[in-house]
């Protein structure tokens, strides 16, 4: 709907789409990180908004699972963040997508390593 | 009860069965080639019965063998960490309750084994173990003793830890990470039919084997055993090139812990924390 | 008399090695030692037996690209991948060394795997013998020995001025240009002793057992872990996938083994070889049947005794080389 509204919103985000947010397994997070994402913002329905009744409540768990985790591992809590924004609300999911990209920005390119493979010289 | 004592009951309770035909193999414990610690054992006939021994060398945990033999009885020697082992794979409905006879045997911890070396001191995990008895069985060998609350000292040493010390020590260890799998095979938590990691289409992970595939492999194996791992530390014995997989695996098991109050394997009825919600529950970190 | 190397000069060997060659000898990491790209002579660790992992990596990597394929204006072109490096595999010991004259057997056969070529070619061998057999070692049963030198560039044999320095090859020979050795009268110690496996008549005994259900009871406690196939200095299989990075497709080839749960699932979702003492079989015919078979009798087992030491369910192929022969009327 933002796109609908013509609303501008940075460009660096890459929209993956789903059709609710308890699809997303944590799998998908750090596969984003891994192929090079800096940040990863789940947007989903609003609690008791789902469309499909439960998604975003076992969704809601994992995340609050999944964040602490991944700062264990050494990926900053500040790029991983879980927003509440409905499909109608165009001008909070832009503001959400601005306030996320100044932020993930403030903590630079994620370091670590990517998914590569290394050259034979470089194999170990 | 003494070691001695309590291998001659495995022995006879074992030969009672099978001379009973109440069940179709036991699987046990018995010496291994270094002549001196123990190794998983098969016992389909009463005449084998002198192969089982039990002693501070078996430290596998068993249960996992249950998983290929789903439609016969199996009588299974179980510490108080594989009795929880048993439970989860009842409560996921992997195996069926009437089909396995625990043998259940009190532990007061085992040393570090692998072939032909014995350690001096108990493990680590059974140093911070919470149980002592078996949380289910059959029958029981030795006299019950009282659980312990469970430390995790080692995961909060690592939270306190810069964000880049975390960083560079987990790098480090999984670029030692050689892809084998073990850690998956001897989990009795793992046994989906098409692990994530070989799936092909799409590729997760797939075959390729560098440090940040290594890192998805390891923390994605974490997270699908979050609400489900018992410590058992079979994941990190066998690991050829020592990563620390308890650290991993312990952080989520604490995390659930607090959030959620829920010990796997514990209940083989209750509800695992990642199949169910609360609908007003304010998580930490959640807005 | 004997060609003697000091423990200094041989560091400063290492040193002018490292100038303008990739050294690569077996170093610690929290408690076990693998084979790394060393910087300095001092990383290098020295301990009794064979390294945890071997050097098998060093020729055939655990996972790497074999070759690109880039879009240009004149099409499409394929580059392989190749060493830019010569490389220096130093510290390994004769199990090791005899574990990669195996893999030359298949890998450099007709037609020859490029690869593997690439870097076999660019590589030398400096091994040190062995003076202490740890328990699990099997080596002189299976066609090798502690001292055995057949399948370097150049042997090292630790005695008490240094080590005894022997120039195996025209290679080993070329290395040794420049450096300082001392004439000695020192001797190589003894060869240490181990337990002898009985593999004389293995491959027969292998084909004897071939129907027997040993192998479904034995692999009732394999878990399919992989650990004896990654450990093991003459296991060769491997996978293929093409991944795409940076615009181009790399085709990446990495480890495999037989013992994976799907190793044998073919398209469609047949399996031929499902049940678990056909794998556990498979594994050991390979080693001590059909290689032999195919090789004119060169077993495909070294004798390291890391699959013995590191099996965590102790499936050990010298219980197995010694069952196998009383199987059949052997």
Known sequence: MAGTSRMSY?????????????????????????????????????????????????????????????DYLGIEKERFRLEWVSASEAKRFAQVVSSFTDEVRKLGPRKGREMKTPAASEAH | MQMQEMQEKVRT??????????????????RATDGKTARPAFIYTAD??????????????????????????????????????????????????????????????????????????????????????????????????????????????????????????????????????????????????ECFVDQLDPTWVGIRKTTADNEMWNTIRAFHLAGRCIACNECERSCPVNIPLSLLNRKLEKDVGDMFEFQAGLDSEAAAPFATFKKDEHLKGVE | MSQVISKE??????????????????????????????????????????????????????????????????GVSIVPDTMDREIVVFGLRPCDAQGFAIFDLPMLGDPADPYYKDRREKTTLIGIACNIAPPGCFCSSTGGGPHDATNLDVMLTEVSEGYIVQAVTEKGKELLQGVPLKESAAVPPPPPDMPLVPTDDIVAAMRRSFKDQYWSRLADRCTHCNICSYVCPTCYC???????????????????????????KLAGGHDPRPEKGAKMRQRFAHKLLYFPEEFKGVLGCTGCGRCVRLCPVNIDIREIANDVQKIGGG
């Not at chain 2, 069965?17 to 699987?27: A, K, P, R």
């Not at chain 3, 560091?11 to 990739?22: A, F, G, P, Q, V």
């Not at chain 3, 491997?238 to 044998?264: A, L, N």
Request: neutral net charge.
């Open chain 1, 10 to 70: 940075p460009p660096n985000i890459r929209i993956i789409r789903v059709p609710c947010s308890g699809r997303i397994d944590p799998l998908f997070v750090v596969k984003a990180f891994q192929v090079g994402a800096d940040g990863v913002l789940i947007a989903g329905c609003h609690p008791g908004d789902c469309h499909y009744a439960e998604g975003n409540y076992h969704l809601r768990r994992r995340f609050a699972l999944l964040r602490p985790f991944l």
């Open chain 2, 13 to 30: 309770k074992a030969r009672e069965l099978l001379q009973s035909g109440s069940v179709d193999c036991v699987i046990g414990y018995e």
């Open chain 2, 48 to 193: 084998d019965i002198d192969r089982l021994i039990y002693d501070r060398t078996c430290v596998h945990n068993l249960a996992k063998y249950l998983l290929d033999r789903k439609d016969k009885t199996t009588a299974i020697v179980a510490k108080p960490c594989d009795s929880r082992s048993v439970n989860l794979l009842i409560n996921e409905k992997q195996i069926v309750r009437e089909k396995v006879y625990v043998i259940g045997t009190v532990c007061q911890g085992m040393p570090d084994v692998t072939w032909n070396q014995i350690g001096e001191e108990n493990q680590e995990r059974c140093q911070r173990c919470a149980q002592r008895t078996p949380v289910m069985y059959d029958y029981l060998i030795g006299e019950p003793a009282d659980a312990v609350i469970p430390t995790f000292k080692d995961v909060e040493e690592m939270e306190g830890k810069d964000i880049a010390d975390k960083r560079a020590f987990w790098q480090e260890q999984f670029s030692r990470c050689i892809r084998c799998h073990a850690c998956r095979q001897f989990c009795p938590g793992c046994y989906c039919s």
């Open chain 3, 9 to 74: 000069d041989l560091i400063k060997w290492l040193e002018s090695l490292l100038k303008d060659r990739t050294v690569v000898a077996p170093v610690a990491a929290d408690g076990v030692t693998m084979f790394r790209p060393i910087a300095r002579p001092e990383d290098v660790v020295y301990k009794p037996g064979n390294a945890t992992l071997g050097p098998k990596e060093c020729l055939f990597p655990l996972s790497h690209t074999i070759f690109t394929v880039e879009r240009n204006d004149n």
């Open chain 3, 238 to 264: 491997f996978d293929i996938r093409d991944y795409q990075q940076d615009g181009k497709v790399h085709r990446v080839r990495s480890w495999e083994s037989c013992q994976s749960p799907g190793f044998t």
